[in-house]
Structure formats: C-alpha cells, structure tokens
C-alpha cells in the first residue's frame, strides 16, 4: 500500500440536494455514510422527484441531524436551516412551505423508501441526451460528456429513474475529491473558488501529490481509510451544480467553462464499499494498486418489461396554471374587495401565512393577459371562517388588473391562478417573538400570518401595528381585535394618519403621527424578535431602521414592498413611474408582466407567468437561455457575460427599459 494522504474532510448529505454537514468521523455500512441522502423532494405538481440540477436554490437551504441516524430505512428527523437562519424540522407541519418558497415549486419531504417502491423512483420522461447536454450547461458544439466508465446497467436506470431504486445517491455509495485535483484546476484559471465542498464531496483528501486529476485514474484500486477498504470506481461527470451559490459560498460563475475545457467535465470520482467501517477527518488514506478482489458491481434491479422495450407512454402535460372558482365577493371598504376561491380537486396547493397567488388576468380591454399577484388573507392551514372557500385574497383598486376584479368577476367566475408562492412568509409554530408591522393595504399577508398564529399558536407573543388613513380605510378591524383575545401575548397600535371628526384616539387608534420609534416601546429587550414589515417603500424602509435600533438582527427582519396608487396608475397608464419598473412583453406567449428594483431575473418573470423557457446554469455561463430582445436594453450583475449579438441571457438578465422578449 501506498500512502497518499489524509482526510481533509467529511460531509453528510441528510436531504439530497440541500447543503449537508461537516464531520469529525462517519460510519459507513454498504450503502455510503449512514444517514447520507436519507431524504428527497418530490414534486407535488408532477409526482417527480427533484434535485438541484433544476431547483439551484436548494443549494442556499441546510440540512442535519440533531441525532446520529441509524443504518436502514428508518425515519431519522433532520434540522433544516433557510437561507436567513431560520431552523426548522423535517417533522414540523411548516417545513414543505418554506422549502417550497425557496424553491419557487410546491415540494415535499419524502424519506428514503425500498427499492421494490418503483413509482416512487420514476421520472415523468427518460433523460434524453438533449435534456443532459442541458443539465450539464453545454453549448449546442460541446461534445457530449462521456459515461463510458459507468455500468450499462446504471446508465439505464438512471435514464428511467431519478437514482437508483432503494436510494438518493446520484448513481453510487460515496463520492470525493483530491487536494491535488483542486491545486490543477485552480491553477488553469487562477482564483477559482475550489473550495472543497463546492463540489458536494462525501470526503476530501489532502496531502495529494504529482498534480493532475489522480483519482480519475484510480479506478479499480482500493482505498484503505482506518478499518475501511473502498474500492475506486467512476469518475464523476459534474453538472452545472458546483458553479451555483450554495450555503456559504457564492457562485462561481466560470467553473462550467473551466471544468469543460480542461477535463471535459469530469472531476472528482466514486467509490464502492468494499469493507464497511468508520473514516474520520485526520485518517491516513492508503492506495492499494494491486487489488486482489473483482470489481464490486452495482446491485440493480431490472427495468420493467415496458421501459426495456421503449414503451413510455408520454406524461400529459402540466398546466402552468390552473382554475379558481369565486365563491365569494366581499366589499371591506370603498376601495378594497375580498375574493373567496375554490380550487378543483387536487389543484389545491397548501402555502404559508404571508405568501402570494400570482394571477393570470384576462380584461376585455387588454388584448394580452396582465400578470399580478395578490396576498393570501386566509389562515394557513384551515378554512376558517369560511370553510367553502381554499383561498382568500383582499385587493385594494389599484390599476387597470385590481379594477378589472373589481367591476368584472363575480360569484361564480373562474380565474387562471397559479400555486402560492413567495418568500415572505412566517413559520408559525415558532415560538419566538414576532412583530408584524404593516401600512394600507400591505396588512394583506400579516392579517395571514396573524390569523394563522392565533389558530395553531396561540401563545406566541405578537406585535401588531397598522398605519391607515382613517376608519374608512381600516382593513380587518373587527378581525384582529377578535384575534388578539385570542392570543396570549397581544400588543396593538394603530396609526390614523388623517382621523375623521368620529374616530377617538384610544378607541379607534393610538396616534395620528407617522410612525416612530416610541411606538416600539414593547419590543425593547427582546434579541430573538422576528419582524414581518410589509407596506409602501417609505413605510418598510423606515420601519425596517427602526428595527434595527432596536437591536433586531438584520436576518430576522423580513420585508415586502407593495406599489403605490401612483406608481401603479402610471404603469397602467403606459408611463413610467419611475426608472426603476419597466414593462415586458413575451411576446410569442402573449403574455405581459412588469419589473420592478429588486424584482428578479427575466428568467423567474417568464417562470412565474407560466412560460417553459429552457435555462442550465442560471447565471449565464451555459448560454441555454439564450433568447432574442425584439425590443428594448438588459444589464447583467457580471460584466465579463457576453450574450450572442442581438440575443439576452434572461437567467442572470434584468431590464433597463420597457422589453420585448421573443419568448
């Protein structure tokens, strides 16, 4: 044997595809790291799993294990932590909404399940070469990645199946990277991010000498780690994912072409477990290069009768969006309607209090649809007051869409809705102190999230406040006041900031004057307060510094801009407000939505109106979404991309002027 270096590092995976955790030392039986890949996410909307290659954002999402997990299928619980720090479980009731939310697609935990569940395995469609080239961010004159080392036999199932049946794994039990390998590849474009774990390791050796690639010629040898042999196998064909952000790292946007141009896309390589045992981080890591076993083979079960001889029927297609029924109108003040909504069974998506509907609206004055989105009133969860009803929303008349509403739809019209959505959402069963803090109409989600705590929650300290003109404009008045006896911890202000000659200060409302930092004075001394700040940009921006004064960590603070009256008058209008929100126009779609400061990539747009557009790295290194600008300008947040002439990368695209895309 020959020694070649020592563990530089060990992770675990406990939910495939989000960031793992760092080990001291990890068992190991037949399978990999116990523990490792026990979880998966499936989606809701298409019964398929999921993993990173498309959703990138599961990245930026962690996951470990309180308890060391056992070996099998047993269900072993795992902490999950979002990308601001808040932590939840795979067992709590909030933990599918808020991956989901991050996800941007209405996912759900599923633990490892035996092989024998082949459904549970199954993709929608086989992996076709033009769907890998995708994957794999290639360029339409890239060669093709090369899997020559793989079995047939994996080559198969992984074209019918998302991993191999009975596990999470990618194709095999354990997967790392050399020192050496990283010194290469950092020295063919120095100041690569090589980090270690941006490449999603089981284990890292360091130590390695002779430069190159070593392990991608290792295959068939043995590694001697402590009491475990692992035997060498295939090298590893990256996919776009070690170029993403990921928790703790930032993207790194030339790996893609770095790892293409010198090796072809392979890096880092496989193991199989020859002998089972326990790898820690400071193991001296032998090489035996006389192995005097055969190679260990994959254990797989053989593909069904109808996949073997190429009979997949075709999946039917997903509906990018789909029909809500108004049950009920309801008018709450002069210029403010709530709308009741019935979803058709199995079209009804669960969400979390603060999040959104994205609605495709159809005025006969508008030759194209208008994209708009509306917050969710109702309580997360449950259908009270109003068990007829899936949704609710309260749209304030603001522009041609909330007008339409308004004077158009009635009981009993039907509504293109899509599932809820959003990154401004609360965890409800969280126990720490929440402030929810809002203007006009931006009381919509918090009203959510405040009637959601009062039902499952209800001894949660809350901070109320709400800032409105007068009576005639108070939102839920009744509803809160009702709520709060509910809660055992309730503390409300309200601001009128134009009271009428009937309000009475201490009856109807607690000051008249704009809002100020005396009107926190029940949130001193409170380090793990949760904010929730939802109004006009002058509202949040001024409320979210005086959460900070106080003292209020700036991951805690969470906040959502709605338009202004004015803003959304001139969008409507043709103008522009301001040289911030622009218009865009798929126009092979026919479809129209606006992009605001802040807002995200062409890319999310398109997505979020229901538009397939074809997309690999996310961030414009792989040219997929590469699409033609009929009319208008782009910026990108990295100078050095360099789209096709007269063409917009729209993964990593946002506009400079009204646009027109031919999408």
Known sequence: MEFIGSIGGVWRYPVKSLAGEPLARARLDETGIIGDRRWALKNTRTGELVNCKVLTSLLTIGASYREEPVAGHDVAHARITLPDGRLLMTSDPSVNGAISAIAGQPLELWPLLPSSNTEHYR??????PELTRQRMGLKPDDPYPDFSTYEPEMIAELQHFFSPRGSYKDAYPLHYVTSASLATLESFHPGL?????RFRPNFFIEGVEGGGFPELAWSGYDLVIGDAVLSCGEETVRCVMPSQAQMGLKAEPHMGFVLNRVTQLKFGAYCHIRKPGTIAVGDEVFLERRPKFQPIRSKLLPLPETMARGEIPAPPPLAPFYRARVVRKQRETADTVTFGLKMKSGELFPFLPGQHLIFRLAPASHARPLMRSYSLISAAGGAEPHPAEDYAITVKRIGTGSAYLHDEVEVGAELDVRWPSGRFFAVPES?????LIGNGIGITPLFSMLRTIARVNPTRRVFWLHATRNSTTHLFRQEVASLGRELAGFHEWTIYRQ????????RDYHSSERIAPEHFSALVNLPDLEAFICGSESFTSGAQAMMRELGVRAERIHTEKFFSTLRWNAIDDGKRADSRTFAIRFERSGVEAQWSEGDPTLLEIAEQAGISADYGCRF????????????GAVKYADPEIVPKPGETLICCAVPTSDLVLDL
Do not use: E, H, N
């Open 123 to 128: 993709l929608r469609r086989p992996f076709t």
């Open 193 to 197: 991010d090589v980090t270690p774990r």
């Open 431 to 435: 126990d720490t102190p929440i402030a």
């Open 499 to 506: 009271p009428r000659a009937g309000d009475v200060a201490g």
């Open 620 to 631: 414009g290194a792989c040219l997929a979404c590469s699409t033609r600008v009929v009319k």
